[in-house]
């Protein structure tokens, strides 16, 4: 590394020592001293860590490259105390090891050159001079005397308020409290005390002229609402009026809101003057929906004094229902509708009623939407933060029809054998799902809830006979969670009766949408076809998601699913087989590797017949079924059915929870075990734990009004397996636009000739696609979002295969080149194929001047392939003896002293990249890993330097077996996508 990171304490607190950490900068500040400096410096890779400005838990690397600055978010785990980047489950001990190991294996941007260093920066000490974040009062006072305000009669009173109030009303700031509580408005009071009193008498003749008249008129019988006749001309003079007025009006909010912000500016140590001014209020007129019926109405949004007013019809704006931004608990919006916002108000504690409205378009509803967060975040309402941490548990219990004990708090705990913390994980969510339950519901959840705590609350709860599944959520998060549905497949005898199949539950959490899925597959060794019929059967018929989106099957349609339960797949060894080692694991320390090659499930999934594009993380714990009834020590493997049968049921993983994201959603796995003390069942209760990222309502720099952005999509290649004489096309649908966009139709001799097809399948090209405008034109909100598509058939408009894929990454602000994409395809369950093309983001805003004030942050890992290299790995998993996970800290590097700016400037250097050329395009290519990067799989960049995968011409030889990779732990899905890419 050119320079240097010092070595600290490998603590959450030990940041604060570094010299290169602020501790109160916000985002606008780092973007201009760090492109400020590089440009000073004539070199790339300044750099800075800074505390998050919206998580307590997380900071930011800030690091400066080609005139932009990219933001990487690293959290701090205080369960493990490790530092990692957002988005990756590696993990470093100390933050100096992270930042070194990412810069020298080129997962950055650019390498980190040269720290900037806080002049504040005390080694002795550490940390920021609190003496230089008060507000200089003499500058104050000397700006007023510049601006000949010394000699006005209201000049004393302003120095009075400068020199005695002007502190406390920067403490006021610190602490949140609102533009109201300010002694500022004593101020206001005494400069206007000559205009209210000629107010008071303006008034008063207002009244009499409008009285006189009003009276005459009835007396002749007109009605008292009869309109002036147009020739006034006294009208002129009266709008001037009322303008002056509302002018006076705007002004004291504009005072209220520049000086809130000078305050919030000296306390935070930035100038939040840097972002974009937002209007202080902003009216909306909709349509209040009521049964059947719409009434006309507004909302107006005053920004400033955190006030939101609701009326019907002409109702004057001051004398509308005003609720406090607190009072303001959820927006929910329609999915299928994008005109249409439900709001939640809070009409007394522990209260509320939903309001349901319709925009006159889906743009000013997300213009709303955003006023309204920033309304909430100005006031200090934590709640209304862009991103938040969510933990969630997710348990699977075949009860075997027997009554559980009173104390299952192990379960919840984590506690047992497997991957399990030191500590219970304190949950947000819990999903739990059971199988062969016959104990009552209320009791059931009553013994959850004792487990849990009373904080938490059912917020769904289904059944399929048996197979029953309730989510319980904690009272903070209730105010978060929408959309709430539910749903069950049958597939039991005739694929009618409920004795299998599968409960199912999805929500959105903010905008982040979840779906949990409790199955029961079929039993019996033999049967691997039938559950893996099971599992097609009970995505085509549970009802969950969009109704518009109903070609996608529900794995398509949510950020997360977690699919879990009593899956029955065995292991394929003989009983004395597996007997001799689960006993010679358990004696000598051995481990289970020949088990876990013979499971049947990961055979299935390695051959893409189920549970396609899921992942499980390892199984380190012994077989959940079938043991014997009150004890966790003999496994119970003789089974008696009906008519004196006896069955051989071999000790096999049935109780299985795996996941599947969308591309780039921020989820880690902390735990998956099993209970060792909950022996009332032939199986043991299963639980896993999982860390995620959920969104609220975005912000942006979008100002409702007209924007040129566009999403392109070009160079597209389908490829679906099976021969067809049908030509293709393409439907695209996402959240960030309405309705759908299709490919142009291709004619026959367009067609790829099948002799130029892979065997067995047919492909098609596309050179241009469609073209996106989005709704929200923001780039950080775009790569948040995925892109859903369908490849259909031209004759019959059949669906043959779905996928999706993810805008993260794709830069189109300062270059026009396209991001490459793929996806793999699925249909009913299985593998149809897969979709290759390229992609970009024209004009498009920038987050760096948003919506928020100083609040607004979306510290956001860059991933692209030119300039915003994704997130790296920086931690490594490895098996110890007995299979147990353990962590392996990579060796650091030499460690050079951190250096000033303050010396002289070093001479220029280059940066550690080198350009290459790549399909006609400049695209950086320094082996494999940028390879890996240009198509969306960075996150594979270690594992395959690390296995001598690193020469990337024999990828594009097509020299690599697709086999050899799922070897060394690639999953299939992303397998498929290297190799067929390769070959393009």
Known sequence: MAAAITAVASSAGAAANLPYFYSSMSRSIAEHLLVSTCESLGFEGCYLVRASETRADAMVL????????????????????????????????????????????????????????????????????????????????????????????????????????????????????????MRINHLFLEASKSLVAELDVFQRRLLLIRGIFQDGGMAKGLDSSTEAPAELSAATSVEAVQHKLAAGAALIADATFQTMRYFKASTSGGDSGAKADVPCSVTFDVKRIEMIKKVSGFLLVDVSAGQ?????????????????????????????????????????????????????????????????????????????????KLRVFIGTFNMGDETPPDDITSWFNGLGMGTVTREAVPYDLYAVGTQEQTMKEDEWHDRIRKSIGPEFEVVAKVALSQIKLVVFARQSLLNRISHVQTSTAATGIANTLGNKGAAAVSMYIGTTSVCFINCHLAASV?????????????????????????????TNQFHNVFWFGDLNYRVNLPIQTVLGELQNAEKQGGNLAHMHRADQLRQQRKKGDVLYGFHEEDITFK????????????????????????????????????????????????TYGCTTDIVSSDHSPVFAGFEMDFSNQYVSGLQGEEHQCQIIITDVTATIYGPSKSNLYLEFYSAFFEGKKRSPTVTNEERKPPSECPDNTTQQHWDFVTSIRPLIPDQEYLESEALLVVVRSEDTNEALGEGRFSLFGVDGISADTPKHFSTELSHGGLHTGFLAGKVRIKDAISNSSGLYAEDEEDETVAAASDASATSYVVMSRDRGEGGQTSMMRRPRAEVVQSVRIKPPLPPKVASRRSSTTLDNEETVVPGISAWLRSIGLAHLSEKMVKEGYDDVDSFLKGDVDKNELLDIGITDEDATTIISLARQ
């Open 623 to 670: 077989p959940t079924y079938r043991f014997k009834k009150g004890t966790r020590k003999e496994y119970a493997y003789h089974k008696k059915k009906m008519g004196g049968v006896t069955k051989l049921n071999v000790p096999s993983w049935c109780d299985r929870v795996l996941y599947r994201s969308f591309p780039n959603q921020n989820i880690r796995q902390i």
């Open 62 to 181: 800030s690091v400066g490259f080609q005139g932009r600055v990219h933001h990487y978010r690293l959290l701090f785990s205080e369960a493990v105390s490790t530092y990692k980047i957002e988005g990756h489950s590696d993990e470093f001990t100390s933050l100096p090891d992270l930042l070194q190991h990412a810069s020298e294996t080129g997962k950055l941007v650019t390498a980190l050159a040269y720290p900037i260093v806080d002049d504040a920066y005390d080694e002795d000490e550490g940390g920021p001079d609190v003496e230089q974040l008060a507000p200089d009062i003499e500058l104050l006072l000397q700006t007023l005397e510049r601006r000949g305000g010394s000699g006005h009669e209201f000049s004393a009173s302003l120095q009075r308020y400068l020199r005695e109030d002007a502190e406390t009303d920067l403490e006021n700031c610190r602490v949140g409290k609102l533009p109201h509580e």
């Open 526 to 554: 033999e049967k691997i076809g039938k559950r893996n019929e099971n599992y097609r059967l009970i995505l085509q018929k549970l009802q969950l998601g969009d109704k518009k989106l109903s070609m996608f099957d529900c």
């Open 308 to 388: 939101l007013r609701v009326g019907d019809g002409d109702v004057d704006k001051t004398a509308a229902r005003m609720y406090e931004h607190g009072e303001v608990l959820q927006l929910i919006k329609s999915r299928s509708d994008k005109t249409k916002l439900g709001i939640k108000f809070e009409t007394s504690p522990g209260k509320w009623e939903r309001k349901n409205y319709a925009f006159p378009d889906a743009r000013q509803r997300e213009y709303f939407a955003q006023l309204v967060q920033r309304m909430k975040i100005t006031h200090g309402d934590r709640d209304a933060e862009l991103t938040s």
